[in-house]
């Protein structure tokens, strides 16, 4: 049992070792750009809409 557990990590040691000069990690030369356009018109029309019919319920006498 022992055996098998040290034959095992040597294994899994040298796999690591073999693989570590394959990796290579660098920075891009241009910045990384992230474009968000977002659409917010229907939100604002919502609010609008919702902020209009409070404003007429609240003032009903003057429409």
């Known amino acids: 049992m022992a055996r098998t557990r040290i034959f095992g990590t040597g294994l899994a040691v040298s796999g690591a070792l073999a693989l570590s000069g394959c990796i290579n990690v660098s ?37």
């Open 27 to 63: 920075a891009p030369e241009e910045p990384i750009v992230i474009e968000l356009n977002v659409n917010i018109r229907a939100e604002v029309l919502y609010r609008l809409a919702e902020d209009a019919s409070n404003t007429i319920e609240e003032n009903a006498d003057i429409f």
